[in-house]
């Protein structure tokens, strides 16, 4: 089992930058995919981000693609969300999210599902003014 803590949230005005960390436990960290998820109140949680094993393969929703950035560090059992030009409508609860299933053969949809996902950190929340 791995814990998961997230950080690096806060307010930011629009078109600011952050960057957002996931310390995991365990020794394991290289044998699980890691994604970025974000929830707003009354909505279903979305996918923004998702990195393969080996940090070779990232993924990103189009609504993000181009602005951020996620990237892992397997000696120090970490992934991160760099996250720049932020807007408004980024404004939501980030949560980082491992999983044993995912692998390199792995379709790009399955790394956007909730369901793939084994376990989930607590949220760090992201407030972006206009």
């Known amino acids: 089992q791995v814990q998961l803590v997230e950080s690096g949230g806060g307010l930011v005005q629009a078109g600011d930058s952050l960057r957002l960390s996931c310390a995991a436990s365990?020794?394991?960290?290289?044998?699980?995919?890691m994604g970025w998820f974000r929830q707003t109140p009354g909505k279903e949680r979305e996918f923004v981000a998702a990195?393969?094993?080996?940090?070779?393969?990232?993924y990103y929703a189009g609504s993000v693609k181009g602005r951020f950035t996620i990237s892992r560090d397997n000696a120090k059992n970490t992934v991160y969300l760099q996250m720049s030009s932020l807007k408004a409508e980024d404004t939501a609860l980030y949560y980082c999210?491992?999983?044993?299933?995912?692998?390199?053969?792995?379709?790009?949809?399955?790394?956007?599902?909730?369901?793939?996902?084994?376990?989930w950190g607590q949220g760090t929340q992201v407030t972006v003014s206009s």
């Open positions: 999210a491992a999983s044993t299933r995912l692998r390199y053969s792995s379709t790009i949809y399955s790394y956007t599902l909730l369901r793939e996902y084994d376990y």
């Open positions: 990195i393969s094993r080996s940090g070779g393969m990232p």
């Open positions: 365990g020794r394991t960290f290289n044998t699980y995919a």
